[in-house]
């Protein structure tokens, strides 16, 4: 667990020094974020879970477009492999051991679980399913 | 033999799947003789439009087909392409500046052929000029795993994100 957590923070401080960001820890911060939001949604939430994550990532959903039925469509099975779209664009790895400048980018995060919560599950994805999303890829 | 010195120069992000299948169709569509559309050269256009497919050369619509587009991202080919209205801005200004009928003009005489500019196109690939340079491409190569879509130009035009569509 601690050495997830120096990976995370190793790499979240590569990523600032090279993207000249000054506020501490980005990742860390839209974490907190989902949390404080998914306690508010619902009291009893404690943590984040990394195995909640993994199945929303890899379930099949009946809810969002047909060509689309899971995350794992575009990104594919192995979070540390690269994915594709289905124009045929590649897409980098989405777990951050393997493409560590990732998530970085409050905006960016929020507007692809935007769009693809919406392709997948036919709906937004709630602050504590991102949360679990994110904590299961930060620590791939 | 022309294409056996191509394929080393091609980029890696292909991957070894498509580089397989263009080898293929490579071949002939570099009998076609030479075209070239200036690729996107806007981060923010590459970012935002070229995310989940190549980044189209903005020379291959005319404006009017940009405006259109660009007014319509919430419903983009069935995807949600939106972005903040300053970045719309942005990107709009950029793909008007260099469309089929503006500063990109010289590359594409020859795509705008037959269309009407009013009309506003959405699909390069159902331009009359695009159809002819494809209408030799037999079914199942459409149908390729590693196609599967006329939009995935790389699969085939493996430059074709540095702007080349023959060799």
């Known amino acids: 667990m601690r050495q997830k957590l120096t990976l995370t923070l190793l790499a979240a401080g590569l990523a600032l ?10 990742r860390e911060d839209q974490l907190a974020t ?9 009291p009893t939430f404690t943590r984040f ?15 969002g477009k047909a060509d689309t039925p899971a995350c794992t469509t575009c990104h594919g099975k192995e979070p540390r492999a690269a ?3 289905p124009a045929g664009k590649a897409i980098e790895p989405m777990a951050l051991s393997a493409s560590p400048n990732r998530y970085t980018d409050p905006a960016k995060v929020e507007k692809w679980f935007k769009r693809n919560c919406n392709e997948v599950l036919g709906r937004d ?7 679990d999303w994110l904590s299961f890829m930060l620590t791939q | ?31 076609g003789g030479g075209h070239f559309y200036s690729p996107v050269a806007d981060p923010v256009v590459k970012e935002e439009c070229g995310s989940c497919h190549l980044a189209f050369a903005p020379s291959m619509l005319p404006a009017s087909s ?5 007014g319509e991202l919430k419903n983009h080919f069935g995807d949600d392409a939106s972005v903040d209205a300053a970045t719309a801005k942005q990107i709009t200004d950029y793909l008007v500046a260099n469309a089929a009928d503006t500063g990109g003009r010289r590359f594409s005489e020859k795509l705008l052929r037959g269309v009407s500019v009013a009309s506003a196109p959405q699909r390069i690939t159902e331009l009359p000029k695009w159809v002819s340079e494809h209408r030799k491409v037999p079914d199942w ?17 493996a430059d074709a994100a540095r702007g080349y569509y023959d060799e």
């Open chain 1, 17 to 26: 020094a090279m993207s000249g960001a000054s506020s501490a820890g980005p």
């Open chain 1, 34 to 42: 989902y949390a404080s939001a998914a306690k508010s949604a619902n």
């Open chain 1, 49 to 63: 879970a990394v195995e909640r994550g993994k199945t929303l990532h890899t379930q099949a959903f009946a809810s």
């Open chain 1, 83 to 85: 994915g594709r779209t």
């Open chain 1, 125 to 131: 994805c709630s602050a504590q399913e991102k949360g």
């Open chain 2, 1 to 31: 033999m022309k294409i056996t010195t191509k394929i080393p120069t091609r980029p890696l992000v292909l991957g070894l799947l498509v580089l397989g299948f263009s080898a293929i169709v490579l071949g002939r569509a570099q009998a």
């Open chain 2, 66 to 70: 940009w405006k259109r587009m660009m």
């Open chain 2, 141 to 157: 190569e459409w149908r390729h795993k590693d196609v599967r879509t006329k939009a995935n130009c790389v699969a085939c035009h």
